[in-house]
């Protein structure tokens, strides 16, 4: 991997490269554009290595900048993708973005801006905005999706919209709780361009090539229904029959679907699924509608209705029902993301509404109870308006949660009348056994 190389005379704008071992000049090469909007594109790109050395793609990753706008970062894409274009032999029909959460929804609006890229490689993130798809721009949509995330019932929406629209799309969902897919969801987006490209006639048909992946592909809905999940192993066939249909015969693969589809246990799963994904909508619903008015009439009295509803969520992530344990992780991933969306939009305004966001901040507390970040910025941002007994509440708050740095807590941002009053020292010495300060409590 080479990092750092200049775009053009501007230090800021700089990407980071790899080519597989096996590059060559004396042929075309698909490029696939790896996007991180938190300034990470170098681990980014490190995270796809392993998968582009097994599949032949050169890897490229833009250094996105945040303080700047959506247009001035597409310029910059649109600004390295002529420069690798023109440096290296890569195949002008395969170029390809890719980016997890921020980054690929950045992603997604890159074929939309940008001439000249089919396709998309979407983990964890739907698509930016649907209402700029243009059936004159059609591009290939691969989005990868854990069940456990909040997008999950998003990305299943927008296959349904992309169907609409004619644009070829999968959506390859995965298990557990992690983050990251790993190596072989990555390299599965990979095989999906190159099939595309093959069915499109812009490389040769390889049938070996196409016979590995598809086994591979028909044991993964093998082992699904060995173990019961009737309706990944149903969505996987699904997957594969917009994969493989322009490269080789699905008839016998089809008619397998047709009889999983006819089963009493999969018409079950297929029920309770829709059911929590109808429960989930409601709720979904419900929180949107609360947050939204309590912040905008600073109703702290809900605190103790969102304590609620974060019980009841939980109920379901430990309860004995995979698809509502499924939805209770989706339901915590959502309240937390529209939290941390309606913070951002406070913190960009002009005149930032600080009851808004202290609001927000003792919100967060209570979605994200094991974050310390939240506590502390209700410490600070309460004692700069002098109320020292909300601080004093959650300094001992964020101390019974086991929070150990004591230089930090001294070093808290507009906290120093706070610091030397005698019930911040005692709360400190009681879970640090010494404060720094010596309390000294007024006789009279």
Do not use: C
């Not at 979407?122 to 243009?134: C, F, M």
């Not at 246990?265 to 979904?284: C, G, P, T």
């Amino acid at each position: 991997m080479v990092e750092d190389l200049s775009v053009n005379d501007s230090t800021e704008n700089t990407y980071s490269i790899y080519v597989p071992k096996q590059f060559s000049m004396d042929k075309k090469w698909p490029l696939l554009m790896v996007f991180d909007a938190e300034g990470k594109e170098k681990s980014a790109l490190s995270m796809f290595v392993m998968a582009a050395e097994n599949e032949g793609y050169v890897l490229v990753a833009p250094k996105l900048v945040d303080s700047v706008s959506l247009t001035k970062n597409m310029v910059m894409t649109s600004n390295t993708i002529q420069k690798i274009t023109s440096m290296l032999p890569i195949h002008g029909d395969r170029i390809y973005v890719a980016g997890e959460d921020s980054g690929g929804q950045f992603a997604s609006l890159v074929p939309v801006l940008v001439k000249g890229v089919n396709g998309v490689m979407s983990i964890g993130a739907s698509l930016a905005n649907s209402e700029l798809l243009n059936m004159k721009r059609s591009f290939h949509f691969v989005g990868i999706v854990n069940k456990e995330n909040y997008n999950y019932p998003f990305m299943l929406a927008d296959a349904k919209l992309l169907d609409k629209y004619k644009f070829p799309n999968q959506v390859l969902i995965y298990d557990g709780n992690g983050e990251w897919p790993g190596v072989s969801y990555i390299q599965k987006g990979m095989q999906i361009f190159t099939l595309d490209a093959m069915g499109r006639k812009w490389i040769s048909k390889d049938s070996t090539y196409i016979e590995k992946v598809y086994l591979e592909d028909l044991k993964k809905v093998n082992q699904l229904k060995s173990i019961g999940d009737l309706l990944w192993a149903e969505h996987h066939m699904t997957q594969m029959m917009s994969m493989y249909g322009a490269l080789k015969n699905m008839d016998s693969l089809r008619s397998v679907q047709k009889d999983l589809r006819k089963s009493k246990e999969y018409k079950a799963m297929k029920r309770a699924e829709n059911a929590a994904f109808l429960k989930e909508s409601m709720l979904k619903e419900d929180y949107q509608y609360y947050m939204e008015e309590d912040i905008y009439t600073y109703n702290f009295n809900n605190l103790g209705w969102w304590i609620y509803q974060m019980g009841e969520i939980n109920k379901f992530i430990s309860g004995s029902k995979p698809f509502e344990i499924q939805m209770g992780h989706r339901l915590n991933g959502f309240v937390n993301a529209m939290a941390e969306d309606y913070v951002s939009m406070v913190l960009s305004e002009e005149v930032i509404d600080e009851d808004a966001l202290a609001f927000l901040y003792m919100l967060k507390t209570i979605l994200e109870p094991d974050n310390y970040e939240f506590y502390l910025k209700t410490i600070s941002l309460s004692a700069k308006n002098d109320d020292f007994g909300t601080s004093l509440f959650y300094l001992e708050e964020l101390l019974k949660k086991g929070f150990k740095d004591k230089e930090k807590l001294y070093a808290l941002e507009d906290t120093a009348l706070l610091r030397i009053t005698p019930e911040f020292n005692e709360i400190v010495s009681k879970y640090f056994n010494n404060a720094r300060y010596d309390i000294k409590m007024d006789e009279n």
